[in-house]
């Protein structure tokens, strides 16, 4: 069969309606050095702008050419836009889509205005990014992600890759009941959290510190060459939200806001986002990507305290650690580089083991009394940490299993992984 031009792009044209917003008006036409523009207006903004493209099966349905196929686009397109009458985006399919090309008529742009209480699934917040450009870019699935989720270290280096959790007004039962090795610590209570927000795909990396924070703490590793994608250990609560890393100040634990020379003090500067550490009740919810007790985040059956070939899919645990690195080259030892193991049902890395994360609450025993949506602020000592060690027993590394350190304590497998709630 003989292949059609790509000068057919000159007649294509689509719209995708969204309740309220919506893009309207979408036209799309072909420049002379063969990049396609699509032109679209709003009924309202700001909101935040996505883009498929679909083409016209032999049935007469509308197919997406797949995410991985519309990596080249730029203008005002992934992101938050606002204040003009029309609006552009760029594509290259010569670059995204060789080979490919269609007759006029059968394709069309799709373009999707998102709310700003209902942003789309994934969210990059670019480290790098000077003050005139935007920060924050939207995508829908991993598969529009450019580069690729795991293929582009730049979601482990120098951008910080979000996926939107939808937690509000889900009721779900937080702790375990017959799980082995359980503790009071894991009493079974409803929970229903008030809202949605988005939390990190990986742990927080070495690099990724370095960036914001302008320093680094590490046992085992320097931030460099290929352990800047090991996960941040050796930082404490205090660093993450109230010091500058020397004395502790008080006055900003949750709800108030971290202080200002804090790592996320200078993240939210650097951003312009709310970043923060989710609390007790959301880390357990996005652990468990809807899998419930006796089952690991995956799906997977949670069979053995002592050795389990699930878990070793999941996580770097005792089993598979092995012994403090020789060096900060051995790469066999100590933590890992984050995303090395499988992940949960969400698409989370690394919730169970690696490095524990710091949470918000303030420690207590039972929560079986408690409003599990609620963080908890009695300041009585020390923070929850959850996710458990690289070097822990398998029984510690459980969805329930919660743990807890006083907020100055700098631990080679204790780290972090970031909240959202900005825009949600």
């Not at 795991?150 to 779900?172: F, G, H, Q």
């Not at 039972?366 to 929850?384: A, C, F, I, K, R």
Request: charged share 20%; proline share 4%.
């Amino acid at each position: 069969m003989k292949r059609l031009t790509l000068t057919a792009l000159l007649l294509l044209c689509g719209a995708a309606f969204a309740a309220k917003p919506r893009a309207e008006n979408v036209n799309i036409t072909e420049t002379g050095s063969r990049e396609v523009i699509i032109t679209y207006t709003l009924t309202a903004a700001p909101v935040v702008v996505t883009l498929d493209i679909e083409t016209n099966t032999a049935s007469g349905a509308w197919v997406s050419i797949g995410g991985e196929h519309i990596q080249r686009v730029s203008g005002d397109v992934n992101r938050q836009v606002f204040g003009k009458e029309t609006y552009t985006i760029s594509w290259l399919p010569d670059c995204d889509w060789p080979g490919n090309l269609v007759e006029s008529g059968k394709a069309r742009a799709v373009v999707t205005a998102w709310p700003l209480d209902n942003t789309p699934d994934y969210l990059v917040v670019n480290l790098l990014t000077t003050t005139n450009l935007p920060t924050a870019h939207y995508y829908t699935s991993t598969n529009f992600l450019p580069g690729g989720l795991l293929a582009n270290p730049a979601y482990r280096t120098s951008s910080i890759l979000m996926r939107k959790i939808l937690a509000k007004d889900v009721t779900w039962t937080m702790g375990c009941v017959n799980e082995v090795n359980r503790t009071s610590r894991e009493a079974p209570h409803s929970v229903t959290l008030t809202n949605n927000y988005y939390i990190g795909v990986f742990e927080m990396t070495q690099r990724q510190w370095a960036l914001v924070f302008g320093a680094y703490n590490s046992n085992n590793f320097s931030y460099e060459a290929d352990h800047a994608m090991r996960p941040a250990e050796c930082v404490c609560y205090n660093q993450i939200r109230n010091s500058d890393g020397t004395v502790a100040k008080t006055g900003y634990d949750w709800p108030d806001a971290p202080y200002k020379d804090s790592m996320l003090g200078a993240l939210r500067r650097k951003t312009g986002i709310d970043f923060d550490l989710p609390s007790d009740a959301e880390w357990e919810f996005a652990c468990r990507a809807g899998n419930g007790e006796g089952l690991w985040n995956d799906g997977s059956t949670y069979t053995n305290h002592v050795h389990d070939l699930h878990l070793d899919r999941l996580a770097r645990n005792t089993n598979n650690v092995g012994s403090s690195p020789s060096s900060s080259s051995d790469a066999s030892a100590g933590t890992a580089i984050v995303g090395s193991y499988a992940p949960n049902s969400w698409g989370l890395y690394d919730m169970h083991g690696n490095v524990a994360e710091w949470c918000l609450d303030w420690y207590v025993e039972n929560l079986s009394g408690t409003d599990g949506s609620v963080v908890d602020d009695s300041t009585e000592g020390q923070h929850v940490r959850r996710g458990g060690l690289a070097n822990d027993n398998i029984y510690h590394l459980r969805s329930a299993a919660r743990g807890m350190n006083l907020p100055n304590l700098q631990h080679q497998y204790i780290g972090l992984r970031l909240a959202c709630r900005a825009g949600l």
